[in-house]
């Protein structure tokens, strides 16, 4: 399943505290976290993203779209 989450047009706080957020209240079938982050008045939130959770014990890995204002958590599944 995947979840998205629209944080474009906050500061790259705003943006970092709903992530984690998001990450704490994951559903057991979400295998994807989808950030909108948007791109078109700045890339900071998207390199934040890249950045911050590319180490995230969460995270399995992290991919980008077609789409430069989105970015793909995708959650590391616990046996």
């Not at 998205?4 to 957020?21: P, T």
């Not at 295998?31 to 791109?39: E, F, K, W």
Request: aromatic content about 2%.
């Amino acid at each position: 399943m995947i979840e998205e989450l629209d944080v474009h047009g906050l500061s790259v706080a705003e943006a970092r505290s709903l992530i984690d957020k998001a990450l704490k209240s994951l559903k057991k079938e979400t295998c994807v976290l989808r950030i909108i982050h948007g791109y078109s008045h700045g890339d900071a939130i998207g390199k934040m993203v890249r950045s911050r959770y590319r180490k995230h014990p969460k995270i399995e890995r992290v991919e980008l779209s077609m789409n430069r204002g989105i970015t793909d958590l995708i959650i590391r599944r616990i046996l």
